[in-house]
Antibody
Framework: QVQLQESGPGLVKPSETLSLTCSVSGYSISNGYYWGWIRQASGKGLEWIAIIYHSGTTYYNPSLKSRVTMSVDTSNNQFSLNVTSVTAADTAVYYC????????????WGQGALVTVSS | DFQMTQSPSSLSASVGDRVTFTCRTSQSISNYLNWYQQKPGKAPKLLIY???SLQSGVPSRFSGSGSGTDFTLTISSLQREDFATYYC?????????FGQGTKLEI
């Protein structure tokens, strides 16, 4: 059974870089599939951030593209998200998730990691 | 980007009721439409993919339909555990945007 777990600092200062890692168990990322990040501000809806294929091909949300980078680390079976120049608007619960194919739904999801941007 | 509009934004219902949620997209997405259920403090859970395919393990009281720009999610007989927020998502073209959600309340 595939499981995903987000990890990273819970507090980031404005203008700094938010870095999160998603560790995958029960499946080897090098075997394929797409891996993504989604976030949700408190009391708000879901925002799609980006997805990456195991080969490294990435697709970013244009609203965040200039600040977002995803990468995959097959040796450690994890993938990462970096968001630069953060502001309070980047405060949210960040979820990682898997999609079995491009154009596919996300399933399963990690439990989510709350990241607060504050000085 | 594709705009996703869900209606209603909230809905009150009772156990045993049949309820229908609607999701409309700004452009045709064929059947690349997914539905998720989210409970407070939890990650979303996939219910329906490709507009009408029931995800494994999801009760058969959930069903989806639609194609093009108009889609529906129906719960045939509400159970207490179904009270949650429901989101649609298009996976036709990146960014794979979500609707704003429909909150189902008792």
């Amino acid at each position: 059974q595939v499981q995903l777990q987000e990890s990273g600092p819970g507090l980031v200062k404005p203008s700094e870089t938010l870095s999160l890692t998603c560790s995958v168990s029960g499946y080897s990322i090098s075997n394929g599939y797409y891996w993504g990040w989604i976030r949700q501000a408190s009391g708000k809806g879901l925002e799609w951030i980006a997805i990456i294929y195991h080969s490294g091909t990435t697709y970013y949300n244009p609203s965040l593209k200039s600040r977002v980078t995803m990468s995959v680390d097959t040796s450690n079976n994890q993938f990462s998200l970096n968001v630069t120049s953060v502001t309070a608007a980047d405060t949210a619960v960040y979820y990682c998730a898997r999609s079995r194919y491009n154009y596919g739904p996300f399933d399963p999801w990690g439990q989510g990691a709350l990241v607060t941007v504050s000085s | 980007d594709f705009q996703m509009t869900q209606s209603p934004s909230s809905l009150s219902a009772s156990v045993g009721d049949r309820v229908t949620f609607t999701c409309r997209t700004s452009q045709s997405i064929s059947n690349y439409l997914n539905w998720y259920q989210q409970k407070p403090g939890k990650a979303p859970k996939l219910l329906i993919y490709s507009a009408s395919s029931l995800q494994s393990g999801v009760p058969s009281r959930f069903s989806g339909s639609g194609s093009g720009t108009d889609f529906t999610l129906t719960i045939s007989s509400l159970q207490r555990e179904d009270f949650a927020t429901y989101y649609c998502q298009q996976s036709y073209r990146t960014p794979y945007s979500f609707g704003q959600g429909t909150k189902l309340e008792i």
